[in-house]
């Protein structure tokens, strides 16, 4: 079992900057592959980032390619989500997920454990 911890989310102007955080429990988070997900208000949750478990891997969605980068940092259980250039966009509220096997993937029904997610406004 994994519990997902969102943090860091917030208001920001648009061109600004936000770093997410996502803290798990449990001893085997270095076992899963991660990833961010995000849902706007009537919309369907969608991709935005994953990484490997060694995080040697990552890909992200095309909208957000060259502004978000994931990282983690397995002795600390915490994957990271910078966000930068921001734009209005981007306002949704962004969740963390876990993927048992270690595989990065940005298929939203791979992933096993979900946070109760953070909200990110952009305003322009």
């Known amino acids: 079992q994994v519990q997902l911890v969102e943090s860091g989310g917030g208001l920001v102007q648009a061109g600004g900057s936000l770093r997410l955080s996502c803290a798990a429990s449990?001893?085997?988070?270095?076992?899963?592959?991660m990833g961010w997900f995000r849902q706007a208000p009537g919309k369907e949750r969608e991709f935005v980032a994953t990484?490997?478990?060694?995080?040697?891997?990552?890909d992200y969605a095309d909208s957000v390619k060259g502004r978000f980068a994931i990282s983690r940092d397995n002795p600390k259980n915490t994957v990271y989500l910078q966000m930068n250039s921001l734009k209005p966009e981007d306002t949704a509220v962004y969740y963390c997920?876990?993927?048992?096997?270690?595989?990065?993937?940005?298929?939203?029904?791979?992933?096993?454990?979900w946070g109760q997610g953070t909200q990110v406004t952009v305003s322009s």
């Open positions: 990484i490997s478990w060694t995080g040697g891997s990552t």
């Open positions: 997920a876990a993927r048992l096997g270690g595989i990065a993937t940005k298929i939203r029904g791979h992933y096993d454990y």
């Open positions: 449990g001893r085997t988070f270095s076992r899963h592959a």
